[in-house]
């Protein structure tokens, strides 16, 4: 189900998905985070209360393209 926000009278917003309200009365930058955690949910992201793998450089074994790079 697609995200609805809607802005309420005192300024605030509204989020809600699929017939219910997930927030009431947040920010505009609170809703925009809200949709998006709604929408990774609903396309199968599930939360596991860790933060993200890094990306490391492609050149890097073990960092050691890091270390080279700050002897220079």
Same mark, same amino acid.
């Given at each position: 189900?697609? #995200?609805? @926000?809607?802005?309420?009278?005192? %300024? @605030? #917003?509204?989020? /809600?998905?699929?017939?219910? #309200?997930?927030?009431?009365g947040?920010?505009?930058?609170?809703?925009?985070?809200?949709?998006?955690?709604?929408?990774?949910?609903?396309? %199968?992201? @599930?939360?596991?209360?860790?933060?993200?793998?890094?990306?490391?450089?492609?050149?890097?074994?073990g960092? /050691?393209?890091?270390?080279?790079?700050?002897?220079?």
């Amino acid at each position: 189900m697609p #995200v609805r @926000k809607k802005k309420l009278p005192s %300024g @605030k #917003v509204q989020v /809600s998905h699929g017939g219910k #309200v997930s927030a009431k009365g947040t920010t505009q930058k609170k809703a925009d985070a809200q949709e998006r955690l709604l929408n990774a949910v609903e396309h %199968g992201w @599930k939360p596991t209360g860790k933060p993200a793998k890094k990306k490391r450089h492609h050149s890097a074994s073990g960092g /050691s393209f890091i270390d080279q790079r700050s002897n220079l």
